[in-house]
């Protein structure tokens, strides 16, 4: 299953303390995890600062060797997300950003988010 990160679900380990491989693998079996470039922008960005979110940015940045990098057009990282979810092959996306997954529903993607405190769960458009 492919399985598209937004910035911060590669920060969900130090900001919500959770597995996300782990917990990806629970639910869905196998998994094949991308992350657009321009989310390791972001993440590259959030990581200069100081503080838990430059933390939680840093640890994210080592978590996306795990991901497969890929090119999407839209420079902002929110619109790459969705497009690369979009895409044929790509059957979720992982996100915690309530605005994303909303775009996200509406375009026919389902979304992996956090569901209580340590779990994922999915939600079907």
Same mark, same amino acid.
């Given at each position: 299953?492919?399985?598209? #990160?937004?910035?911060?679900?590669?920060?969900?380990?130090?900001? +919500?303390?959770?597995?996300? #491989? $782990? $917990?990806?693998?629970?639910?869905?079996?196998?998994?094949?995890?991308?992350?657009? $470039?321009?989310?390791?922008?972001? /993440?590259?960005?959030?990581?200069?600062?100081?503080?838990?979110?430059?933390?939680?940015?840093?640890?994210?940045?080592?978590?996306?060797?795990? +991901?497969?990098?890929?090119?999407?057009?839209?420079?902002?990282?929110?619109?790459?997300?969705?497009?690369?979810?979009?895409?044929?092959?790509?059957?979720?996306?992982?996100?915690?950003?309530?605005? /994303?997954? $909303?775009?996200?529903?509406?375009?026919?993607?389902?979304?992996?988010?956090?569901?209580?405190?340590?779990?994922?769960?999915?939600?079907?458009?």
């Amino acid at each position: 299953m492919t399985v598209v #990160f937004d910035t911060n679900a590669l920060m969900m380990p130090v900001e +919500c303390d959770i597995r996300v #491989f $782990e $917990e990806l693998q629970r639910l869905l079996g196998s998994v094949d995890p991308v992350v657009p $470039e321009q989310v390791l922008a972001e /993440l590259d960005s959030l990581s200069d600062g100081a503080g838990e979110e430059a933390t939680a940015a840093s640890v994210g940045l080592d978590l996306a060797d795990r +991901c497969r990098v890929i090119e999407a057009e839209p420079d902002y990282a929110d619109d790459a997300v969705l497009s690369v979810g979009q895409r044929d092959g790509v059957e979720y996306a992982l996100t915690n950003d309530k605005p /994303l997954q $909303e775009r996200l529903l509406a375009a026919d993607v389902p979304v992996i988010s956090l569901r209580g405190e340590h779990k994922l769960a999915i939600t079907h458009p």
